[in-house]
């Protein structure tokens, strides 16, 4: 039987570092839980010294999931490590992941530590972390830009220290995959306990190498992969889950590993971290995008009906998406709807179903046939946007060639009913400085934009707004067959966003 390579997922870690990207703890309890049903081998649920918000999501997390093993980020202090232990202490497999940069850069200029004080703080880390729990993980941050020997030298003394994993991460994205695979391979043979540890790598993807580095190091050696589902994290990116995991599948005679993931969980776990995070996946996204699998030229359209192997190298049905999508309408059932939201990945409490499907309805009122991309947004604006400070009530617009557009607004202010009116230039504009003037926010407009969800005229509206107040950056998403309906409802939830942001301030790995 072939190895299994470790699947560390990290997507409520560093990819909740992307911009605008944070989530509440229950959209993370969630994801979660679809990490594990994927089967994710190690989920970083997320650094628990770094905001109460990020502890009480890691230990809710931590107390949650029976299969899947929950890691907690620290650095090499003895106050991180405490507090990331104090998050998953309950868990039913705890992990502490401390790391410390290792190049002579950060060594030098951000941390102002020798070499000798950086292995020192590495090894009273691991033996610290240790004395709770024997899964430890160690990382040596930007590691690709260390040197060779050193690293050698500092995974060794971590290991003998008892970490059970050493990371290699690429942290500024800077690697090539061949130049990654033998920096790889020469730490599988220059570092004399590596046997009694599993190498990790952890790739950032500044030059779009993530993947090909990431595979380059499993055929070097590497046993474990962090990755974030779409590839979501800081600047560029993580790795994306679903490229690693689909090109070990596709090309097994190839690559030496296989994983736990079921790969036909991959696209609903892709739409929820989608849906739930505001960052749209782009079309022509490997694997995951709305393009992968589409094919539109003539000529390749007809060697499709011959065989679709001629120009397609995985099945759509394998990552979960089916051509055959259920068509849901307004006499469809309870129980037919939440069918078909399990398939989804929705698994939903009776008072949740009631809730979706009386918006259910409503849709199928007003649009004949709802789909799955209508029912993903009725699960997240209905559901998961839990605890909202803001939430609209009405909105009636005018707007014309020859009127100045006029919005007037109903909305809810931490559960206290206002209302009022204003112009603009347009009809989005009067709809968002009502909205301005009624919640006194103050954030800026960053972005816009506009897409229809699916195809047709009656299709919804999907607009996403990106907003920074004071230096927070949030993402608002809205849906809605009225598309200035649709952009109230993204505004609003990025003024929610950024009211959450407000409420849990994040240290930066820099000011902690
Ligand atoms: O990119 C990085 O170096 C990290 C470490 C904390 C593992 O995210
Ligand atoms: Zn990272």
């Given at each position: ?6 699947i560390f997922d990290t997507t409520l870690r560093d990819g909740e570092q992307s911009p605008?990207a944070s989530m509440?703890?229950?959209?993370k309890?969630?994801l979660a839980?679809q990490l594990?049903?994927l089967?994710v081998d190690v989920l970083e649920a997320g650094f ?23 890691a907690?980020l ?23 992941h ?69 990371n290699?991460p690429d942290t500024?994205g ?26 990790s790598v952890h790739c950032h993807n500044d030059?779009?190498?993530a993947t090909?580095n990431t ?9 474990q992969a962090e990755v974030t589902i779409n590839g979501i994290g800081e600047r560029a990116g993580n790795t994306s889950l679903e490229e690693v995991v689909m ?14 993931i079921?790969?036909?969980?991959i696209?609903?776990v892709s739409r929820q971290v989608s849906?739930i995070t505001?960052i749209?996946v782009q079309?022509?996204k490997a694997i995951v ?224």
């Open positions: 039987m072939k190895e299994c390579v470790i605008g509440n703890t229950g959209e309890m969630r839980t594990e049903n089967g628990p010294a770094a905001s109460e918000g990020d502890f009480e999501a890691v230990s809710q997390i931590a107390g949650k999931l029976k299969h899947t093993e929950v907690a620290a650095r090499t202090t003895k106050s991180d490590i405490d507090c990331a232990w104090k998050a998953i202490e309950h868990a039913a497999k705890p992990r502490i401390t790391f410390i940069a290792t190049s002579d850069i950060h060594m030098d200029y951000k941390l102002n530590m020798s070499r000798d004080e950086v292995v020192k703080a590495a090894v009273e880390a691991v033996k610290y972390a240790k004395s709770f729990t024997d899964n430890v993980e160690f990382s040596a941050e930007d590691g690709s830009r260390s040197d060779r020997d050193f690293l050698c030298r500092i995974f060794e003394a971590a290991i003998e220290a008892g970490a059970t994993t050493v290699l500024v800077y690697a090539i995959p061949q130049e990654f695979g033998d920096l790889v391979r020469y730490i599988m043979t220059h570092t004399s306990n590596i046997h009694k540890a599993v190498l030059l779009g190498l090909a595979i380059a190091a499993i055929s070097a050696g590497a046993r090109a070990l599948h596709t090309r097994p005679n190839f690559l030496p590993v296989t994983t736990h079921k790969t036909n969980h696209y609903p849906m505001g749209m079309p022509n995008g709305a393009n992968a699998f589409a094919h539109e030229a003539g000529i390749h359209q007809d060697g499709m009906l011959k065989n679709p192997m001629t120009y397609e190298i995985m099945k759509p049905e394998t990552i979960g998406l089916s051509e055959n999508k259920l068509v849901l309408g307004k006499h469809s059932g309870r129980h037919a709807l939440r069918a078909h939201l399990k398939d989804l990945g929705y698994d939903l409490s009776d008072e949740e179903l009631k809730i979706v499907f009386s918006k259910f309805k409503e849709l199928a009122d007003k649009k004949k046939i709802v789909v799955d991309e209508d029912l993903e947004v009725i699960v997240t604006e209905g559901v998961l946007r839990t605890a909202e400070v803001f939430s609209l009530e009405y909105l009636n617009v005018i707007s014309g060639t020859t009127v100045l557009p006029m919005a007037s607004v109903k909305m809810k202010v931490n559960g206290r009913l206002v209302q009022g009116a204003r112009y603009g230039n347009g009809p989005i504009d009067a709809t968002f400085n009502t909205i301005a003037d009624l919640t006194g926010e103050k954030a800026e407009l960053l972005r816009f934009s506009i897409a229809a969800l699916t195809g047709g005229t009656d299709a919804q509206g999907e607009v996403t707004v990106r907003l920074r107040e004071n230096g927070l950056i949030a993402l608002g998403r809205g849906a809605d067959p009225d598309i200035i309906t649709a952009s109230a409802k993204a505004y609003l939830n990025g003024l929610n966003r950024l009211e959450y942001l407000k409420a849990h301030p994040i240290k930066s790995m820099e000011t902690l």
